[in-house]
């Protein structure tokens, strides 16, 4: 949760900065949509190595060995967010428009983080976890992003 919670803080405190400063919001948003998924990926290795995130029992042969066999759940994530920063990497040459990086980015973390967390321990809430909720609200979010942004550009040809 608390990844969340930087990330509308973050999202906040840079639309004041940038809309103060009459800069592009959106070319802003794409560089950001490229950096974090690494950034993070490195975090999560620090994660990793303290034995944070505990994944369900399986008897998966890739399980990790904390306290039983469990799914690595850390791993999992820093695979998403490495395959997400590659991707995006990728595309950043290729003439998207503006703001398109970063709906891929945050559509892809909120769809593949939702799906990690069935295979976390984290407590649920209605059978979802807080992260999951937060997923839907921002995919969601995300969708109605790119869903207006297509009905402008139609409405202008």
């Given at each position: 949760?608390?990844w969340s919670s930087g990330l509308l803080?973050?999202?906040?405190?840079?639309?004041?900065?940038?809309?103060?400063?009459?800069?592009?919001?959106?070319?802003?948003?794409?560089?950001?949509?490229?950096?974090?998924?690494?950034?993070?990926?490195?975090?999560?290795?620090?994660?990793?190595?303290?034995?944070?995130?505990?994944?369900?029992?399986?008897?998966?042969?890739?399980?990790?060995?904390?306290?039983?066999?469990?799914?690595?759940?850390?791993?999992?994530?820093?695979?998403?967010?490495?395959?997400?920063?590659?991707?995006?990497?990728?595309?950043?040459?290729?003439?998207?428009?503006?703001?398109?990086?970063?709906?891929i980015y945050l559509l892809s973390y909120?769809?593949?983080?939702?799906?990690?967390?069935?295979?976390?321990?984290?407590?649920?809430?209605?059978?979802?976890?807080?992260?999951?909720?937060?997923?839907?609200?921002?995919?969601?979010?995300?969708?109605?992003?790119?869903s207006l942004r297509k009905l402008r550009?139609?409405?202008?040809?």
């Amino acid at each position: 949760m608390i990844w969340s919670s930087g990330l509308l803080l973050s999202l906040i405190s840079s639309y004041i900065y940038l809309k103060k400063n009459k800069l592009d919001i959106l070319k802003y948003l794409d560089v950001f949509a490229i950096a974090v998924p690494l950034g993070h990926a490195i975090a999560r290795i620090g994660c990793y190595l303290i034995g944070d995130h505990i994944g369900k029992l399986t008897n998966v042969p890739w399980a990790i060995s904390l306290n039983g066999s469990t799914h690595p759940v850390v791993l999992y994530e820093i695979i998403l967010l490495l395959s997400i920063f590659l991707v995006l990497y990728n595309l950043k040459d290729k003439n998207l428009e503006k703001g398109s990086l970063f709906a891929i980015y945050l559509l892809s973390y909120s769809l593949g983080r939702f799906v990690i967390d069935f295979f976390r321990t984290d407590p649920l809430y209605y059978g979802l976890t807080i992260a999951q909720y937060f997923c839907i609200i921002m995919f969601l979010t995300m969708i109605i992003f790119v869903s207006l942004r297509k009905l402008r550009k139609y409405k202008k040809i």
